[in-house]
């Protein structure tokens, strides 16, 4: 049985809630992502009830003392400056451009975070070996053409494979493909 978990999103921002509210829902897609541009709408709902907080740096430092007792918890949305300042807690890095981000939540997911399960989707059909092979070298960045070569087959068929991937997984995008075999043990996350 699958458990919806509900996380919060914290930060006055109302563009980076929208784009990581967006980028979760790839990742996560059967969580409940809740978005508040302030603490005090964040107080009102029932905040023991999230399973994760992505929060800003300076809703973070301001009511740190909510955030340090639920560390485990907390995700802050920093930027390189703001590193330093925020040491003692998980940090991602939001200003890098949208493949780093994607690789910093896998490795702050797969080397950091206590609940390993959180982001792992049950595909409704299993992917065959060959489209785990497909998918593998579609993550490391290799063309169509490529993974011809490398799995000696047609470039039409790594097109068919790509398609029935993205069918049985329901998931569009490299980033998505990215984390999804991250989060499944297909590949390493150093090893992108």
Known sequence: MRTNHEIAIIDPNTLSCIGLKSILENIIPHATIRTFHSFGDFIDDTPDMYFHYFVSASIYLAHNFFFNSRNEKTIVLGNDNQQVLLSTAQTLVVNQPEEKLVKDILKLHHHG?????????????ELTPREIEVLILMVKGNINKEIADKLNISPTTVITHRKNITDKLGIKSVSALTIYAVMNGYIEPNRI
């Open 113 to 125: 975070h206590p609940h390993k399960h959180l982001h792992k989707k049950v595909p409704e059909t």
